[in-house]
């Protein structure tokens, strides 16, 4: 970090005027340390952060009050004090760290001491009402960074008596008990991000009081400029996607449906799935998202009605622009169809030439280049900060989130007394399919990683899969499994091979996180419709011991068939009779799709 | 660095952070200069730790008297960080 004079002269030099910003922000900061240079830091963060890289000038001027050493209580109880006579718009606190500790001793009783964190915590948020009550000012109050000390051990963690616990129980009361008008500064998460030990200054502290090592004030300072401009309300609104290699690896119009990356095959297509639930959970969050890419709108719409791995689907998009305009232009008809002010929208695009056009034609718009590499997408989304809400309204909670739904299903296991009830309330949906050509790597995959839930452990190439797939007497079939709570995707791979009247399953596999769901039960029920329409009277299951699928060495009994002769310890086979057979009743609603 | 250089590197940290001209000579001392509070203290220590890479111990810099004290300090630590 640049010494903060320098930074302020460097910016006089290069024609930044404060002055010239069209309002101005009256912000005091009061706390418990030396208030330079961070205050100036913040004051330098807030009048910069509205300078964007295109040149429009959002900026506030910044007037500074900065509270002495340690008087911050005294500047707010006192009625006419220097603090109040400043009028601020806006008001930091920094708390005092050396009166955040627990006077009691390491062995009081729990109640004791996690009364004394409570009653800290709403003497600092008593006394941060008071100031909002006199002065009518927006209000920050920073944590507690917690102690990077080792000492008193493991212990440390045992006791609320000890500084570590007992900050983080205060920060907990200020956070969860702080009205909606007072914002938290989360110094703690700042400083648990950055590393506690290099966040403190011991010498800094001794030699002039400084709260916090020099380059975690700049962390800080950035965060207080980031809330004071959310206090106005600056977050965005809408995010608009590329497609090709933003959404998905690869290019639709070239590669096709089975040659994009997206989805659990492969790593970069697990990257790209992470990044579309990302976006997800911004839509439900009230966020709203676009497509603007260019392509032909038949070919960019597949994957998102075709493709099984895709997280987005077409009702998730608010507006969707594929064609060959300029995407300034298209920009431009989102906000129309929207009626929405184009600053609030992040444009994402993997393309620094796409950026830059967006930048020159609608500079309004805030152009995110994504990086080389899709496992950063999230967080290069993320770091951007471009939705964060300081509350968040009925108006959102209304909306489906995930935190719901979690909440939802930790209920439920609570609730269900037997399993028979939890599975129906699960709402299971499965979905039986033939092989289809867009599903073979995952297919592949499974055949190729499936340990445990793998009768036969027999591996195959996609090459040998699409071989079989073209193969008459050959009928493979996968399960997708859908609940209340989420998408499973594709979880279980049978093949079954026909010759005459009989059948043997060559494979039976399944993914270990669906166990106990009754879909082993409805993949015996589709074997034997198969093997009956096949006009089969007898299937043939087979189990071969492998060093790992010893939870299925029992599978065929558990589904009703009868082991033949002649089984050895690491080789057995079972006969089932389809005349014979009873369709097993299940919880799960199965959809049969082109078998 | 041989203490002319020591001189240089202060001329070049005083130039950043005073808005006035202020010379770095030896007999100067923070007195001598209206603008040199103990803000803009905490300013010069800051730049000439990150300028040439050193770290001063606590208390070390408040019992120089002048910048010439000061200098000899900056190269003591140079020379331990050399070694």
Redesign the interface.
């Known amino acids: 970090m640049v010494a903060l004079s320098t930074l302020r002269k460097r910016a006089a030099k290069s024609g930044f005027q404060p002055a010239s910003a069209p309002s101005v922000l009256r912000l005091a900061i009061v706390g418990g340390c030396t208030l330079f240079p961070l205050a100036e830091l913040i004051q330098h963060c807030i009048e910069t952060s509205g300078l964007g890289t295109t040149g429009q000038n959002h900026s506030r001027r910044v007037e500074l009050f900065t509270g002495d050493y340690d008087n911050y209580v005294s500047e707010i109880v006192t009625p006419d004090s220097s603090l109040y006579e400043f009028r601020p718009d806006l008001i930091f606190v920094i708390p005092s760290e050396r009166k955040c500790r627990y006077s009691g001793g390491l062995f009081d009783g729990r109640d004791r001491q996690e009364a004394a964190a409570r009653k800290t915590a709403a003497d600092i948020l008593a006394l941060c009402e008071m100031a909002q009550n006199r002065s009518g000012a927006e209000l920050i109050l920073a944590n507690f960074r917690l102690p990077s000390g080792i000492d008193p051990g493991p212990y440390r963690g045992k006791s609320a008596a000890s500084e570590w616990t007992f900050r983080k129980l205060v920060n907990l009361e200020l956070g969860l008990s702080a009205p909606s008008s007072i914002q938290i500064c989360d110094v703690e998460f700042l400083s648990s991000r950055h590393g506690t030990l290099v966040s403190t200054d011991q010498r800094g502290w001794f030699e002039s009081k400084q709260p916090y090592a020099l380059d975690f004030q700049v962390l800080v300072a950035r965060e207080v400029s980031h809330i004071a401009a959310s206090l106005r309300g600056s977050a965005k609104k809408v995010v608009v996607l590329d497609l090709d290699n933003t959404l998905w690896g690869g290019v639709i119009g070239d590669d096709g449906l089975d040659g994009i990356e997206i989805g659990d095959t492969s790593p970069r297509g697990e990257a790209f799935k992470a990044f579309q639930a990302c976006l997800k959970s911004l839509g439900e969050r009230g966020i709203l998202l676009a497509v603007c890419s260019k392509n032909d709108h038949a070919r960019a719409i597949e994957p998102f009605t075709d493709h099984p791995e895709m997280v987005l689907r077409m009702e998730d998009f608010a507006s969707f622009q594929a064609n060959w305009e300029p995407k300034s232009e298209n920009l431009r008809r989102i906000a129309r169809e929207l009626n929405l002010g184009l600053d609030s929208f992040v444009f994402v695009d993997d393309n620094p030439a796409e950026i830059e056009i967006v930048r020159q034609f609608v500079p309004e718009v805030e152009a995110l280049l994504l990086g080389p590499d899709p496992s950063m997408y999230v967080q290069e989304l993320q770091d951007g900060r471009y939705f964060e809400a300081l509350n968040i309204t009925p108006e959102d909670a209304e909306r489906v989130s995930q935190y719901r739904v979690a909440v939802q299903r930790e209920e439920l296991l609570a609730s269900s007394t037997d399993m028979v009830s939890y599975l129906r309330s699960l709402e299971m949906k499965a979905v039986i399919a033939a092989f289809q050509s867009v599903d073979v790597p995952r297919i592949s995959q499974l055949i190729n990683k499936s340990n445990q839930f793998n009768v036969t452990t027999r591996r195959r190439t996609e090459l040998e899969i699409r071989t079989l797939m073209a193969n008459p007497a050959c009928r493979g079939f996968t399960v997708r499994l859908s609940d209340r709570f989420g998408d499973h995707g594709l979880i279980s791979v049978v093949i079954c091979l026909i010759e005459g009247q009989h059948m043997e399953i060559d494979t039976w596999l399944m993914s270990c996180r669906v166990l106990k769901r009754q879909v082993e039960e409805e993949v015996v029920n589709e074997i034997v419709r198969i093997a009956r329409e096949s006009g089969c009277d007898r299937i043939t299951g087979r189990y071969i011991r492998t060093a790992k699928n010893g939870m299925v060495s029992d599978l065929y009994p558990r589904m009703g068939f009868r082991p033949a002769p002649g089984a050895s310890e690491d080789e057995a086979e079972y006969i089932l009779i389809p005349a014979e057979y009873q369709t097993a009743e299940t919880s799960i609603e199965v959809t049969l799709k082109s078998i | 660095m041989s203490r002319e250089q020591v001189f240089e590197a202060l001329q070049a940290v005083f130039d950043?952070?005073?808005?006035e001209q202020v010379v770095a000579s030896a007999e100067l001392s923070a007195s001598d200069v209206e603008e040199w509070d103990?803000?803009?203290h905490?300013?010069?220590v800051?730049?000439v730790e990150?300028k040439l890479g050193i770290r001063?111990?606590?208390?070390e810099?408040?019992a120089t008297r002048n910048v010439g004290d000061f200098a000899d300090l900056i190269q003591r630590r140079l020379a331990e960080k050399g070694r």
Do not use: C, H, K, L
């Not at chain 2, 950043?16 to 808005?19: G, L, S, T």
């Not at chain 2, 001063?56 to 208390?59: A, D, H, I, K, L």
């Open positions: 950043d952070v005073f808005q103990s803000i803009v905490i300013n010069v800051i730049a990150q001063f111990r606590v208390g810099v408040e």
